[in-house]
């Protein structure tokens, strides 16, 4: 088995925040709705079990990594897709021909405290994290080595 793997999930709290994870059965959900081909592929092809994930409260006053998940499932069809009663919903998918994917995430801990955005762009040794470079994408790698320093800013000795 390969070594984990790390990423960065953004969630705007007012559609689903850490602690809506953490309130889920088996605290443990479907990281649904996924509309951009990147983050569609890395959840499809690259995020595994036992990955972990830095789960990031977006589009508020301060946007800031604010607990970590694991992944418990691999990527998977988004079954949200084709519901046309969803927000998510999108024609070209369907159970034969899948466009969208997902994973599931279990809710592990939250930080001693939260590490904002701008906290993260004063740290040189994350200058290449794809969230310091504007990038829009909800579901982002992280590295190892960036892992443990955003870790050790959170107050978590690794």
Known sequence: MSEPRYWLFKSEPSSFSLADLKE?????????GVRNFQARNFLRDEIKVGDQVFFYHSNIAEPAIVGIAE????????FSAWDPQSKYFDPRSTPEKPVWFMVDVRFVRELPRAVTLNELKE???????????????SVQPVTAD????????????A
């Open 146 to 157: 960036a892992w443990q320093v955003i870790l050790r800013v959170a107050g978590i000795k």
């Open 123 to 137: 740290i040189p040794e994350l200058a290449q994290l794809p969230l310091m470079n504007r990038s829009r994408l």
């Open 24 to 32: 889920r059965p088996g605290a443990t959900e479907h990281w649904d």
């Open 71 to 78: 992944v418990v499932r691999g990527g998977y069809p988004d």
